[in-house]
């Protein structure tokens, strides 16, 4: 399916599959606004719904002014309830982690160069600045993961940096636990397996990087895969885990199995760079390109 639409920079997908609908959530920065479209899929045609209503719907979103803006949703409202005023205007997109069913921790570009803030939301109170030693150098953050264990509290920070490094903070203590440079070229994309701990990584080159995190809160290269053009903007998993998706400068999806690595389709219909890519938790994949289109994939369906 293609969506033709009128963007001019789309940067972020986000789906989110319930019975046959797929809400499609995209930020066109070109023209800083926030676009909403529902389908409905059948084996016989595809057409665009409009709104879907639903309760305490809401969607928080980065934008260059710089500010990252909550939006009320819910009953087909699309008003700004709140926003949090940031120090960066780079291209590193911020990160949630939900603590709660009212709260949630937030991970933003910080004042410095090399800074990531850390926020408790909706309260908007300052955790911690993660700012590394003054020798370390990595440059700016260029994508960012929060994520936490299934036996502890504790968050913990994943952030691709510009001197193609990949760090994991422990945000708690505010303390790097690990730091491996695993690409000669800036971090572009990255995402993390909790239950494998096993992570994989795209850059501005030609290398995907899988690497594993051990009990010992150690990260290590395991694995590496050569792409034929440079330039991963973003990499997703699946939700089941079984499946990553990557986007690529040179108008590709590519999209691979998760536990061997191997390539199993290379997906071309965009006529520019592919800037995001996203699953929806039933296997459909859509992917957002510089050539104002949006394509959503139907393959390797979720057992």
Same mark, same amino acid.
């Given at each position: 399916?293609?969506?033709?639409?009128?963007?001019?920079?789309?940067?972020?997908?986000?789906?989110?599959?319930?019975?046959?609908?797929?809400?499609?959530?995209?930020?066109?920065?070109?023209?800083?606004?926030?676009? *909403? *479209?529902?389908?409905?899929?059948?084996?016989? !045609?595809?057409?665009?719904?409009?709104?879907? #209503?639903?309760?305490?719907?809401?969607?928080?979103?980065?934008?260059?002014?710089?500010?990252?803006?909550?939006?009320?949703?819910?009953? &087909?409202?699309?008003?700004?309830?709140?926003?949090?005023?940031? /120090?960066?205007? &780079?291209?590193?997109?911020?990160?949630?982690?939900?603590?709660?069913?009212?709260?949630?921790?937030?991970?933003?570009? &910080?004042?410095?160069?090399?800074?990531?803030?850390?926020?408790?939301?909706?309260?908007?109170?300052?955790?911690?600045?993660?700012?590394?030693?003054? !020798?370390?150098?990595?440059?700016?953050?260029?994508?960012?993961?929060?994520?936490?264990?299934?036996?502890?509290?504790?968050?913990?920070?994943?952030?691709?940096?510009?001197?193609?490094? $990949?760090?994991?903070?422990?945000?708690?203590?505010?303390?790097?636990?690990?730091?491996?440079?695993?690409?000669?070229?800036?971090?572009?994309?990255? /995402?993390?397996?909790? #239950?494998?701990?096993?992570?994989?990584?795209?850059?501005?080159?030609?290398?995907?990087? $899988?690497?594993? %995190? /051990?009990?010992? #809160?150690?990260?290590?290269?395991?694995?590496?895969?050569?792409?034929?053009?440079? &330039?991963?903007?973003?990499?997703?998993?699946?939700?089941?885990?079984? %499946?990553?998706?990557?986007?690529?400068?040179?108008?590709?999806?590519? $999209?691979?199995?998760?536990?061997?690595?191997?390539?199993?389709? $290379?997906?071309?219909?965009?006529?520019?760079?592919?800037?995001?890519?996203?699953?929806?938790?039933?296997?459909?994949?859509?992917?957002?390109?510089?050539? #104002?289109?949006?394509?959503?994939?139907?393959?390797?369906?979720?057992?």
């Amino acid at each position: 399916m293609d969506i033709p639409t009128c963007l001019q920079n789309l940067l972020l997908l986000h789906l989110d599959p319930q019975f046959l609908w797929t809400v499609l959530l995209m930020w066109d920065s070109g023209k800083a606004c926030l676009l *909403f *479209f529902c389908c409905i899929f059948n084996p016989v !045609d595809t057409s665009i719904q409009g709104h879907r #209503q639903e309760e305490n719907a809401s969607s928080c979103i980065q934008g260059r002014d710089p500010r990252l803006c909550l939006w009320d949703l819910a009953e &087909g409202r699309n008003t700004v309830m709140d926003s949090v005023q940031l /120090d960066s205007v &780079g291209f590193c997109k911020s990160s949630i982690l939900v603590r709660g069913q009212l709260c949630w921790m937030l991970a933003v570009p &910080g004042k410095g160069s090399d800074e990531v803030q850390i926020l408790e939301m909706p309260s908007k109170t300052s955790v911690c600045t993660l700012k590394p030693e003054a !020798d370390a150098k990595p440059g700016m953050p260029m994508c960012l993961g929060l994520w936490q264990t299934n036996s502890s509290l504790r968050p913990l920070l994943l952030a691709g940096y510009e001197d193609g490094s $990949v760090t994991l903070w422990d945000v708690s203590e505010r303390k790097v636990c690990s730091q491996i440079t695993c690409h000669e070229e800036p971090v572009m994309g990255l /995402d993390f397996d909790s #239950q494998k701990a096993k992570g994989v990584s795209g850059s501005a080159g030609k290398v995907l990087a $899988v690497w594993s %995190l /051990d009990d010992q #809160q150690s990260l290590q290269v395991k694995k590496t895969h050569e792409l034929i053009n440079p &330039g991963i903007a973003e990499v997703t998993l699946r939700p089941d885990h079984r %499946l990553f998706a990557t986007a690529g400068w040179d108008h590709r999806i590519r $999209v691979f199995h998760w536990r061997t690595i191997k390539p199993l389709a $290379v997906l071309a219909f965009h006529s520019a760079p592919v800037h995001c890519v996203a699953f929806a938790a039933d296997g459909l994949l859509a992917a957002g390109s510089k050539d #104002q289109r949006i394509s959503v994939w139907s393959l390797y369906p979720c057992p």
